[in-house]
């Protein structure tokens, strides 16, 4: 039975359903479970469910050391910034420790974090800066953009063994959808096609998904049919899906909140130009934010992200087609 | 009852420290012939904590090490010529010629880790103590670390922590007064690591870590405590570093050590002269040991030798764990 919850929900109901399942699973970070009526503290218990000191390093830290004991630790960050703060422990110890230890040991690790909160958080509080962990092997990046994923990512994120960063949209917060009741999990490496067209592929993530569609709402009042695709996990990444589109398009159009040269569309782009390029009738155009540092003023602030206007002027750009006047 | 120092226990810890003294002459050896490849550190004049504090563990207490691990590697149970093997890249290393010299694993006898990066074990601990409170085992784990980690914000962040949650851990400091290159003068205002964690208020104590039955009786009364269920506690060993940063140091930034200094702190000799004078052992035995520890690093080159380079297939394929739980 699935009913209507928000994206937060989701989230929490599966971490709260793999810790009922699994007792080697962990919770803990700042202000977690401050008062004794929080719902994971009354089920599990001070001994699973912890609140720690504004100690990134050590609670990642600790993260690593216990997963390597045996737990399932799920480290709470808040925000994805917070993470960079400890770049030793999630870039040199999580994903390399089972890597260097010749296959002897592995991270099941999950690294929950909030990014892209473009609501006049300014330039600390709203980065998008998912694509510099595509980039560090071992490492499992996921992007969920619906109510539904964010539930059925996060309890594939806990049950894999490896160690995972679980960038939840604030955003979206609090965006209903309809999620699956009980035991559901969303496979990784796995895209979704939120919208089917034939006239040319967008590839977007996270709260970009929601843009993309009302892009392509725009563009089917002008007779252009946009397939919309989701990667919803961007290590692993599901290159094939996107290039079978591609080949029934030919015309591709990238859409990403991080700014363009750490965007996961550049790396996505030049997958596309190496395995898909014979299908491809014009340039791959990528709709990123402004490579700058999300600004404060509300005006500005929208004007360095990307939005359906911005995309949908991008596909009319590889199609060499014109807004249809209003 | 803390494990009483004696002529078994001298005798056991001395035959540790030739193995890793051999064993670290051995690879300086290989590493200027060009047969072991890579970043070396070794822990010549170091072994004596190695091997006292390894020497009181149990198979399935958890240690984490740092870039100087060979000592810590040895002492904790890892076989030597799968070390040896790590440190020439071959496919029966350690860690399967993956990990070199600086991140050697051996969970099967409790060597959790070791890390290149100063100071970056020390949060892995906490994690690896938290666990063991968790399954209500009483495994003690033990991180060793340099003087150089305590400057670094982590070394604060996890120390607080495990006090604040009286973790099951041992801090054990091998204060050799010179990070890297730098000296401790130039590094920080407070010369005592057991100074800096005062505050804390758990038990702490700085040795001369020379003096191998100092380190032996101090780290036996706190792993008692530790195995209790109680901690954190912090062990500072007082150290002097035998060789450079990386073998190839030119160490201009230190005056060489006389001879005559290098005698009487090498804890070795110490040791060795200690448990003659003590009638604990005698020269045949002395001999012996050292025969012994020779002998079994000759075997572990030899042994490394024969292994192949490990299959290269095996550098795409070890990315990821597969599979979910």
């Given at each position: 039975m699935a009913r209507e919850i928000p994206y937060i929900a989701a989230i929490n109901e599966a971490i709260h359903l793999e810790m009922a399942r699994d007792d080697s699973v962990l919770y803990f970070g700042q202000?977690?479970?401050?008062?004794?009526?929080?719902e994971f503290l009354k089920a599990f218990g001070h001994d699973r469910v912890r609140v720690t000191p504004i100690s990134e390093t050590a609670e990642i830290g600790m993260g690593v050391g216990a997963a390597l004991a045996g737990m399932r630790p799920v480290v709470e960050?808040?925000?994805?910034?917070?993470m960079l703060v400890a770049m030793d422990q999630v870039v040199n110890e999580a994903p390399r420790f089972r890597y260097m230890s010749g296959g002897r040991v592995k991270v099941p690790l999950v690294l929950k974090a909030g990014y892209g909160?473009?609501?006049?958080?300014?330039?600390?509080?709203?980065?998008?800066?998912?694509g510099m962990f595509?980039?560090?092997?071992?490492l499992k990046v996921v992007l969920p953009s619906t109510a539904a994923d964010a539930k059925g990512l996060m309890a594939t994120a806990i049950r894999d063994d490896n160690p995972v960063c679980y960038f939840h949209h604030y955003l979206l917060t609090l965006e209903p959808g309809e999620v699956p009741e009980g035991e559901y999990l969303v496979p990784f490496g796995q895209a979704a096609i939120r919208r089917a067209g034939r006239d040319v592929t967008i590839v977007a993530t996270g709260w970009t998904v929601g843009r993309a569609l009302a892009a392509a709402e725009l563009l089917a009042a002008e007779g252009v049919e946009a397939e919309v695709i989701d990667p919803?996990?961007?290590?692993?990444?599901?290159?094939a899906t996107i290039v079978t589109s591609v080949e029934k398009t030919g015309r591709v159009v990238l859409v990403d909140q991080a700014p363009r040269h750490a965007s996961a569309s550049a790396v996505i782009a030049a997958e596309i130009a190496d395995?898909?390029?014979?299908?491809?009738?014009g340039a791959i155009k990528q709709v990123t934010a402004l490579d700058a540092t999300v600004p404060y003023s509300e005006p500005m602030e929208a004007f360095v992200l990307p939005d359906e206007g911005k995309i949908a002027g991008a596909v009319r750009e590889v199609l060499g087609t014109a807004p249809v006047a209003a | 009852m803390p494990a009483a120092w004696d002529g078994d226990a001298a005798t056991t810890v001395l035959g540790t420290m030739w193995v890793i003294r051999c064993f670290e002459e051995r690879v300086a050896r290989l590493k200027r012939s060009f047969q072991v490849h890579g970043l070396i550190h070794l822990s010549i004049g170091g072994e004596g904590v190695a091997a006292g504090v390894c020497g009181q563990?149990?198979?399935d207490d958890a240690v984490y090490s740092g870039h100087r691990a060979h000592g810590h590697a040895i002492a904790k149970g890892a076989p030597v010529d799968r070390v040896m093997a790590e440190l020439m890249g071959r496919s029966d290393g350690l860690c399967r010629g993956l990990g070199g010299s600086m991140h050697l694993v051996d969970c099967e006898h409790g060597l959790m880790g070791a890390t290149g990066?100063?100071?970056?074990n020390l949060p892995l601990a906490l994690g690896t103590a938290l666990a063991a409170r968790r399954r209500g085992s009483d495994q003690v784990t033990v991180v060793f670390f340099g003087d150089?980690?305590?400057?670094?914000?982590h070394f604060n962040e996890s120390v607080n922590l495990a006090a604040l949650w009286e973790l099951p851990l041992i801090f054990v400091c091998e204060?050799?007064?010179?990070?890297e290159f730098t000296s401790r003068a130039e590094h920080s205002r407070v010369q005592r690591v057991s100074d800096v964690v005062a505050p804390y208020g758990f038990a702490r104590d700085t040795v001369d870590g020379s003096d191998v039955p100092a380190v032996w009786d101090s780290f036996a009364r706190m792993l008692e405590i530790a195995r209790g269920g109680r901690g954190p506690l912090l062990l500072e060993c007082l150290t002097?570093?035998?060789?450079?940063?990386?073998?190839?140091?030119?160490?201009?930034y230190r005056d060489p050590l006389a001879e005559a200094e290098w005698e009487r702190r090498d804890p070795l000799a110490r040791l060795q002269a200690d448990a003659l004078a003590q009638g604990w052992i005698d020269r045949p035995t002395v001999d012996a040991l050292h025969s012994a520890a020779l002998a079994e690093v000759e075997r572990a080159v030899e042994f490394a030798r024969a292994s192949p380079f490990p299959?290269?297939?095996v550098a795409a394929e070890l990315v990821y764990a597969r599979g979910p739980h």
């Open positions: 202000n977690l479970a401050t008062t004794e009526n929080d960050l808040y925000m994805a910034e917070f909160f473009t609501a006049g958080w300014a330039g600390q509080h709203t980065g998008s800066i998912y595509m980039g560090i092997p071992g919803r996990t961007l290590v692993p990444l599901d290159i395995v898909g390029f014979s299908a491809l009738k | 563990l149990r198979e990066v100063v100071g970056g150089g980690a305590v400057q670094a914000g204060n050799n007064g010179v990070a002097h570093r035998r060789r450079g940063h990386y073998e190839g140091d030119a160490q201009d299959g290269l297939g």
